[in-house]
């Protein structure tokens, strides 16, 4: 038999506290949304009226980018919206069922209190992130930063950390050379922040005993931003499962900005993206006018030396390499389908998974991206990886697949990264003649980072000695 000992002043406090008074954090105000009974559905769409269809029905297509050289797309529908699309005979099959029933086995699963748990074995919100960041600082002191690249709309913290070994820089440099990995561009993507917070931890943790590891840590500096989209992260974990943009409020409802149509390469092009701030890839009303994006590339800038980023999303499991936002080719495309098919295929060896790579031309564009930028503002080898998993889950991944999915990521990132042929600097996959001529020039100024290998900012006499290393051996990896 219990009683209380504090009387009903105290239940009183409590109920006062819970109500949210005037220091309460600023929340999205969203009404909690039910998946019941709604199905997504894999569509061949004929031509652009079947698109726009499609995406009135739905205002929700599954897809980040493209599924595949099929030319599927799969969308969220009501079930009472699957005559109309056997009216306008849009052939389509059923790949999730029951969309909410999904939802509540995730949530039942990780809800359980008794089981404990290890970080990769349940996903995420953004306080444990945010706690597991510390908890990494901690464990390895003076290898990992804790960084603040910005605050998102609702204020919360874009934090991240940067990660390298003690080895110092080449050639006296203050810095090394920079990686940069961000996720969750997309709420609801949770498996992309899971995937992040896995290559930090796996490459400290296998430094002592892995050669690619130590390689790698020792010859770059890796920074992590987990989840780029805090708020949107928030809506996710809190009111709608399936939330995708950021917080932006119009017309007085939280409506959001798509943050992967927001960057300013490619920033509406192509109808690569939407004007409309009801759709799912609004792309906001100006280039990085989201101050999630704002932060993400000032940080990006604020680096002496950007040598390589992915952009991590969910799902599909495609590596996508520049432009997202049309079709020509980009410079160095030869460089970009080496490393692209070699992480394809070390993913393949890890796991077993089948991803496959490509450009826009594998079916769709999408302007404005994060990768665009990256490759376009900074000329650092920028990819996107569209996790796991094909569709049978979609952004409800089930917590099994955590870990294998983690894998993927680890495979393919660190085969990007011994993948980069830096003194390749026309990259078409010889370090030769037409490079050194390339490194001449940018060495003859100086101060420019073009030829910059040591990761000072600068093309100098040190960077000469990194070259010419390379052009005696040649050929890239
Ligand atoms: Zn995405």
Redesign the pocket.
Known sequence: MYRSVFGPALCFAFAFATSGGPTAPVQAVLPHESYEGQKVVRVTPRNAGDLMLLDQISGDRWN??PVGKSGEADFRVRPEDLPTLDRAGIQYRVIIDDVQKLIDQEQAGMANPFEDRAFFDAFQNYASVNSYIDTLAAAYPGWVTRISVGNSIQSRDIFGCRITSPVPPLGGSPRKPVVFFNSC??AR?WI?VMVDMYIATQLLSTYSTDSVAKQLLDTYEFVFVPISNPDGYNISWTSQRLW?KNARVISGTVRGVDT?RNWSVGWGLNSGSSGSSSSDTYRGSAPFSEPETQALSNYALSVPKLVASIDF??YSQLVLRPWTYQYTSPPGKIAFDRIGNAMVNAIASKTGASYEYGGPEILYLASGTAPDWFFGATGAVALTI?LRDTGQYGFVLPTSLILPTCQDAYAAATTMVTGLCRADLNRDNFVDDADFVQFAGAYDIFLTNAGDFTGDGQTDDNDFVYFAGAYDSFVCP
């Open positions: 980040c980018g561009q997309h993507e992309s995708r992967n999303h969910s569209e």
